[in-house]
């Protein structure tokens, strides 16, 4: 695998609101295999995930002028992208064949590890990251994040109050930050 350019996050995204294409090949080359395992995670099947992850870089490309650099890093604009573009192709599967999609009580006890051999999500620490969280707040970064549920879908799971969901996910996500930050 070759390794991208090191090309520094402000000099990149000037690049990709220019809309260089070689921009866009250093993006896809530095972010592409973490957003592929994120969304492995959440819609379970490689061969779609493939397909989420070319629909994530065309809303990147699309919609890159609307980034703002004083809101957070590049890196969770895109993750964000990518999750709400997985979360929307469930929901979608789920209204157009009425399939089942694993049950929230199935998804809290399956092997976070199983997505695939060839996926590495942990070549920038994001496995190892959630792991350091307490177990409560965790559960709710799973759930929500990489099973992609909805705050109220998992407050009627656990059988706890949504703002409880709320405050529980607005901790873990300031521990996440916190913790990449370090």
């Known amino acids: ?45 490689n061969d779609e995930a ?16 609307s980034y703002d650099a004083s809101k957070g890093r590049l890196f969770t604009w895109i993750l964000n992208i990518a999750r709400n573009t997985a979360i929307n192709f469930l929901r979608s599967q789920r209204n157009s064949d009425h399939t089942d999609i694993q049950t ?18 942990n070549h920038i620490g994001v496995s190892d990251t959630v792991a350091r969280l307490e177990p409560k707040l965790r559960q709710m970064i799973d759930l929500i994040y990489f099973e992609g549920y909805t705050q109220q879908e998992v407050a009627d799971h656990l059988k706890m109050p949504l703002g409880t969901v709320k405050t529980r ?9 916190d913790l990449f930050d370090r």
């Not at 809309?19 to 896809?28: D, E, H, I, M, T």
């Open 1 to 45: 695998m070759k390794k991208p350019p090191t090309i520094p996050e402000d000099e990149l995204v000037e690049a990709l609101k220019a809309r260089s294409q070689k921009a866009y090949s250093v993006l896809y080359d530095r972010y592409a295999p973490t957003l592929l395992a994120i969304i492995c995670k959440v819609v379970k099947d």
């Open 50 to 65: 493939e397909n989420v992850l070319q629909d994530t870089f065309v809303k990147i490309w699309r919609h890159i002028d």
């Open 104 to 121: 929230l009580a199935d998804s809290v006890h399956t092997d976070r590890n199983a997505i695939s051999d060839a996926i590495n999500v």
């Open 169 to 177: 996910t607005r901790m873990a996500l300031q521990q996440l930050k």
